[in-house]
């Protein structure tokens, strides 16, 4: 079982920068696939980013490309989500989320959840 524990919401203003952490225990941080979620409110849960086990690969949604940058610590046995000029439709509750060995759609495991709010 892996509990994956978000950090680093806030409230930001727009233009501004903030970013993420996740700290997974249990299991080996290093044979997880690991990525981003976010649900803003009224809305669906959509993909944000997506790291394979080894660090290369990433993917992101068309949304936050440019913007967001998703990174790993294997050492640290961390996930990053580093977000820049960010939007008040950045507004949401980010969620990070775990897969064993490659990245699937729906991931095995997930966070609790974090805020970030972004004011106009």
């Known amino acids: 079982q892996v509990q994956l524990v978000e950090s680093g919401g806030g409230l930001v203003q727009t233009g501004d920068s903030l970013r993420l952490s996740c700290a997974p225990s249990?299991?080996?941080?290093?044979?997880?696939?690991m990525g981003w979620f976010r649900q803003a409110p009224g809305k669906e849960r959509e993909f944000v980013a997506s790291?394979?086990?080894?660090?290369?690969?990433?993917n992101y949604a068309d949304s936050v490309k440019g913007r967001f940058i998703i990174s790993r610590d294997n050492a640290k046995k961390t996930l990053y989500l580093q977000m820049n000029s960010l939007e008040p439709q950045d507004t949401a509750v980010y969620y990070c989320?775990?897969?064993?060995?490659?990245?699937?759609?729906?991931?095995?495991?997930w966070g609790q959840g974090t805020q970030v709010t972004v004011s106009s």
């Open positions: 790291i394979p086990m080894s660090g290369g690969g990433t």
């Open positions: 989320a775990a897969s064993l060995w490659r990245w699937k759609s729906e991931p095995d495991y």
């Open positions: 249990g299991r080996t941080f290093s044979s997880y696939a």
